[in-house]
C-alpha cells in the first residue's frame, strides 16, 4: 500500500468534514455513512447554524464552527478537507500537525506549491492524504480503463479532450462566484472542471508530458483565464491535445483516444456513454453512476487506512494534475509560483485580453 510505514492502520475510520457545504451534501457527505468500516461522526462549518443544521439532517452526532476543534476531537480519525481550494492548505495542514490523514477536494489546491507544502507536511508527520478525483472509480471510467487493458483499440495512436461551456452567470463582477475567483479557487473553471479531465488522463494513460498551451480571458468580466488549449504526450510518444473554451454558445463534453484497430469516445460529465467503435461495429456501454458519487473513491480510502486495498488517488498523483495545470497557465498569470492570486493587476493574459 501506498501509506507510509509509521502509520498505524486503523480498524475502522471515523470521519470529520471540514467545511459542509453544497458538494457534501450528496456526492460525498453520504458515502462516509455508507462505506464498509467508515462513519461519519463530525462536521464543521463556520456558520455554527448551518453546520448545526447539516449535522441534524445528515444524523452526524457532533458539529463545530471551529475548525482546530474538529480536528482535536479524539474520536475523529481522519479528516475530509471539503472547503474551496483556497482553504485547502489550511485545513490539510491542521490534520497533518493533529497526525490525521486526509482526503482532500480537487484540485488539490491552488497551486504546486500549495500541493507541495500539503505534501511534505504529511511526510513529516507519516500519515496518508488522498484527493477526490473521484472519476477514476465511476463504473464508465472503470470500463474505459478495462477496454484499454484488453487492447481494444490497439495501439493508442492519438488523444484528443475538449469541453464548452456557455459562459457562467456573474450577477457581481466585484464578488464572484469562488470558483471564478483565483484567490478561492486558483483560477477559472479550468482549475474545477480540467483538472477532473486532466487527472482521468494521468489515471488511464500515464503521467502527461512535454506540456504546452496558452490561456486566455476574452470577452469576460473577471480576470481569470476562461480558454485554455494545451498539447502533451503520454506512453511512449502519443500525442495529445485538449481545449476548454468556457465561452462557448453550447455544451460539449469529450475525450478521443485513437488506436490502431478503433476509437474509445466518452464525456466526462454528461450522462453519454462510452462507445468502442472498431471494424467488428460499435458497441456502447453505459453503467449508471451511484447515487453518491463519490463512494467508490472514499471505499478505496477507506480500505487503504483500514489494510483491505490500495488507493491510487494520492496527493502525490494530484499534484502531478497541478503541475500540468500550472505549466499551461504560468504565461496567463505571470507564473504561478508565487501568491499569483493577490496580484491580478500583473496578470499578463488578462492584459492582452483587454488589449
Known amino acids: ?23 457534501t451534501e450528496v456526492k460525498s457527505g453520504p458515502a462516509f455513512r ?4 467508515s462513519e461519519l461522526v463530525a462536521v464543521m462549518r463556520r456558520d455554527a447554524a448551518k453546520a448545526a443544521d447539516y449535522a441534524r439532517r445528515h444524523g452526524v452526532p457532533r458539529w463545530y464552527a471551529d475548525a482546530e476543534q474538529l480536528v482535536a476531537d479524539p474520536e475523529v480519525d481522519a479528516i475530509y ?3 474551496p481550494p483556497g482553504a485547502h492548505l489550511e485545513g490539510a495542514l491542521l490534520a497533518a500537525r493533529a497526525g490525521k490523514p486526509a482526503y482532500i477536494e480537487k484540485p488539490m489546491a491552488r497551486h504546486t506549491p500549495e500541493c507541495d507544502a500539503i505534501l ?11 484527493v477526490a478525483y473521484y472519476r477514476r472509480f465511476l463504473p464508465r471510467f472503470v470500463k474505459v480503463q478495462e477496454l484499454l487493458a484488453a487492447q481494444a483499440i490497439g495501439r493508442l495512436n492519438r488523444v484528443t479532450c475538449s469541453l464548452s461551456a456557455p459562459p457562467p452567470a456573474v450577477p457581481d463582477a466585484a464578488n464572484p ?48 483565464e476562461n480558454r485554455v488549449s494545451m498539447t502533451f504526450v503520454v506512453g511512449a510518444g502519443v500525442p495529445g491535445t485538449g481545449c476548454w473554451d468556457f465561452t462557448a454558445a453550447q455544451a460539449a463534453d469529450s475525450i478521443m483516444l485513437e488506436g490502431s484497430e478503433g476509437v474509445i ?3 466526462v460529465f454528461g450522462a453519454d456513454p462510452v462507445r468502442l467503435e472498431t471494424n467488428r461495429g460499435t458497441e ?21 487506512l483500514t489494510g483491505h486495498g490500495v488507493c491510487p488517488s494520492t496527493g502525490e498523483s494530484a499534484r502531478r494534475t497541478s503541475v500540468v495545470m500550472d505549466a499551461v497557465l504560468a504565461d496567463y498569470y505571470g507564473g504561478r509560483a508565487d501568491a499569483f492570486w493577490t496580484r491580478p493587476q500583473t496578470w499578463p493574459g488578462r492584459a492582452r485580453s483587454e488589449a
Open 284 to 304: 456502447v456501454f453505459d453503467p449508471p453512476h451511484p447515487a453518491h458519487v463519490q463512494l467508490p473513491l472514499i471505499q478505496s480510502v477507506v480500505d487503504d
Open 177 to 224: 462566484p469562488w470558483r471564478l475567483d483565483a484567490a478561492n479557487s486558483g483560477g477559472g473553471l479550468f482549475l474545477d472542471l480540467g483538472s477532473h479531465m486532466l487527472d482521468l488522463l494521468d489515471h488511464l494513460l500515464g503521467p502527461l508530458q512535454e506540456v504546452t498551451g496558452e490561456a486566455s480571458g476574452a470577452g469576460s468580466p473577471l480576470p481569470v
Open 81 to 83: 478537507v471539503a472547503t
Open 1 to 23: 500500500m501506498h501509506t507510509t510505514v509509521s502509520f498505524k492502520l486503523l480498524p475502522r475510520v471515523r470521519w470529520g468534514i471540514l467545511g459542509c457545504g453544497d458538494v
Open 34 to 37: 455508507l462505506a464498509e468500516r
Open 265 to 267: 469516445r466518452f464525456g
Open 120 to 130: 511534505e507536511a504529511f511526510g513529516r508527520a507519516g500519515v496518508p492524504v488522498y
